[in-house]
């Protein structure tokens, strides 16, 4: 095989050596046409032809403090210098250090970590500590759900990449969702009876709570939609659980590291999950890393028994500089209060849209975490086409932003890190965009 360039490489010749040796996820190979990616600096990032683009995906829900930030690039060369690499059963500041600022930021009795590399590693290991605590099989988790690729992880999900992969693994029940616009019950905001949150009780008493082991939820639903629940969904659910014996774990892989204003979006409803799972805004995905945090009693439980579970890259070195640097910038920077401050201006904005373009149904945020949902009519909320969405996509990109384009949706999750004028510009891009789909209707 000829030899190749290793830097110096063109936009074109980036995209067809990646499209000629490296597989794209959740596309058909033919139809993939990437964007290549050379640099990037606060909310912007930059193709091989200079082009700049505003991102309003934080890459995929994880660049929360947005791109090249220093002092987290100087983290990561500083550990690079002193140690790359270590055996998963040493002992080493990075992991020490981490695993302390991650039980100072969990809410409650959390104190303990598990490391993975991302959040599919998470939700398996979430998966292994349910089972082995509780001694219990049976795992719950919602229809309008991602959980991960893995086998476990896709089992646990609820939507349509888990079925062309079936069968997976035994034991996962689903449940349904509180997707308040499209209510799987049938029901306005105004004859809601909160059958999401008694319909899991039915379950798990149908199923027999001697053999459920936990109960799986995104703190909020995020690629699947945004399904901000209602304020007594995760109150009420953890009293069920509770009641039942039956382990509540909050999947915060997406929601989690100030997306929504808090730490975790179980903050905003006051409630102590017995396990959560985190990745992505650890680091903001600067480097790979996730883990499963723990509550007292389970990290109790293995003190004197056998933990099956483990990785190569547990707690990686260089990982886990990264997030020490990362959590370090969400708190000198206050981007929390920016997730939420910005959240407000956010909200108006979305609000605004919906009142302005009538193909958009419906939208739905919380902090820096939100939707636009876009139907062709609004009294029989059938979801716009494909094809419209598809132009949609492409007048974002030709206007210089991109962001995550699902069904029939438009996501508006941009860095943390952003201010005013740029949340106006990206909206502002975002607004003329709409109009292709009011001209669809």
Known sequence: MASIKTDGLSGEEVVDLNRKHVFFSWSVQKDVHPIPVESGKGIYFWDKDGRRYMDFSSQLMSLNIGYQDPRVVAAIQEQAARLCAAHPSMATEPKARLGKEIAEIAP????????????????????????????????????????GATYGAITLSGDYRRPPVEPGIPGVVHVFDPYCYRCPFGHTLETCHRECITSIEKVIQYENPDTVAALFMEGVTGSNGILVPPDDYWPRLREITQKYGVLLVSDEVMSGFGRTGEWFAVDNWGVVPDLITFAKGVTSGYLPLGG???????????????????????????????????????????????????????????????????????????????????????????????????????????????????????????????????LKDGLAIVDRALALADQAI
């Open 108 to 147: 409650g009795n959390l104190n303990k970590v598990f490391f993975t590399l991302g959040g599919a590693e998470a939700n398996e290991n979430a998966i292994k500590f349910s089972r082995q605590y509780t001694k219990k099989s049976k795992i719950l988790a919602r229809y309008i759900s991602y959980h």
């Open 292 to 422: 499963v945090i723990v509550s007292d009693p389970i990290a109790d439980y293995f003190e004197d028994k056998y933990l099956y579970m483990g990785l190569t890259y547990f707690g990686h070195p260089m990982s886990c500089a990264a997030g020490i640097a990362t959590i370090q910038v969400y708190r000198e920077d206050h981007l929390l209060q920016n997730a939420k401050t910005m959240g407000k201006e956010l909200a108006g904005e979305l609000e605004g849209l919906k009142e302005k373009h009538p193909s958009v149904g419906d939208v739905r945020y919380i902090g820096l975490f939100s939707v636009i949902e876009l139907v062709k009519d609004r009294g029989s909320k059938e979801p716009m086409d494909a094809a419209v969405m598809n132009a949609i996509r492409s007048r974002l990109i030709e206007e210089g932003l991109s962001t995550f384009v699902s069904k029939n949706m438009v996501f508006v999750v941009p860095p943390i890190i952003i201010n005013p004028q740029e």
